[in-house]
């Protein structure tokens, strides 16, 4: 099967169906051991130094594995993609747009999808057949979201990592679905954690993975990974348009926020941390966000994929002891 890179999840059913594997270039990116070697490639390149680190990243994966064709979320994702799609253009690359409506307008948003399935050379039977296929291993991933924080089984890490890689299905739909299978067999043996702090996680996933690993030794664990998440369509639909239409992330903040309040209650969590990366529009939300949440956050600022510095551990340190303070039960003498 050919191959397509993606910029962010998009409705993967239509290259699934028209014998393409999408490849989501912020995965390839991030799990690459030269992953800070690629951004200063891309600055070689010409790329400025106050440019997203991500967008930096997936231009030079498509140059590192040479891959020829690249989906570009122009609306609903990036800001900087549309300049990424056009340098890449530049470049000899395909690149092909899709954009997500802002007003979520399913006419528009039909119509969008409509483009894809005609320029990928397939039809509307066979994308519905692959969203069946598709949403039956979702379910897994969100079984998987429901042993986080239901039974206390799975970390932080872990769901993210299997609710992030349901963007592309790591590039082989059966592969990836034995993992998942394999993985929920496991959770069998394991002893629930029940004394570890309740987290939740908003924004886009972060560019040092290490952050979870690093809070679990804080005594505290993420049980909410908000984006990672809706890259799994976390809401049953009956069509793919209403399917992509509930998907949170390309809509704005305030859809976000509906969701994001909803599971708050829902999973028992005592803070938030907000991951922003640098030079990103989506670091104005913080405002919003704060404003509209009564819960402690810490807003995270990321900028290039390397490990935690000092001073992002001893934010972190403090904010995990004030949460563990305002847990404990006062006594009265």
Not at 49 to 65: F, Q
Request: net charge neutral.
């Amino acid at each position: 099967m050919s191959k397509i890179g993606i910029t962010t999840t998009i409705p993967s059913e239509v290259l699934w169906a028209a014998g393409i594997t999408p490849v989501d270039l912020n995965n390839l990116f991030i799990n690459s051991p030269d992953k800070q070697k690629l951004v200063e490639e891309a600055e070689v390149r010409g790329f400025p130094r106050n440019t997203c680190s991500w967008i930096k990243g997936i231009y030079a994966t498509v140059h590192k594995l040479e891959i020829g064709r690249v989906i570009a979320v122009t609306q609903g994702d990036c800001s900087n993609t549309q300049a990424l799609m056009e340098i890449l253009q530049s470049d000899g690359i395909e690149a092909i747009p899709f954009a997500y409506p802002y007003n979520r307008d399913r006419d528009l948003l039909k119509l969008q999808i409509d483009k894809l399935i005609e320029q990928l050379g397939t039809n509307w039977h066979d994308v519905n057949q692959m969203k069946h296929r598709l949403d039956k291993i979702r379910r897994k991933a969100h079984q998987i979201d429901s042993l986080t924080w239901e039974e206390d089984t799975v970390s932080g890490f872990e769901n993210h990592l299997y609710l992030v890689s349901c963007s592309d299905m790591q590039g082989d739909i059966a592969g990836f679905e034995q993992q998942l299978d394999q993985f929920i067999a496991g959770l069998a043996d394991r002893s629930p954690k029940y004394d570890m702090l309740r987290l939740g996680y908003i924004g886009v996933p972060p560019i040092f993975p290490e952050l979870y690993d690093f809070l679990d030794g804080l005594g505290a664990r993420v049980v909410y990974n908000e984006t990672q998440r809706q890259f799994s369509m976390p809401y049953a639909a009956a069509s793919l348009v209403e399917q992509y239409r509930m998907y949170t992330y390309p809509y704005g903040i305030f859809e976000r926020l509906r969701d994001i309040k909803q599971q708050l209650k829902l999973r028992r969590i005592a803070g938030l941390i907000h991951y922003v990366q640098s030079f990103c529009f989506r670091q104005i939300e913080d405002i919003i966000i704060r404003r509209q949440l009564d819960i402690p956050i810490l807003t995270l600022e990321g900028d290039r994929p390397a490990p935690l510095d000092a001073r992002t551990k001893l934010r972190l340190e403090s904010f995990i002891e004030a949460l563990a303070a305002r847990q404990k039960p006062t006594t009265k003498k």
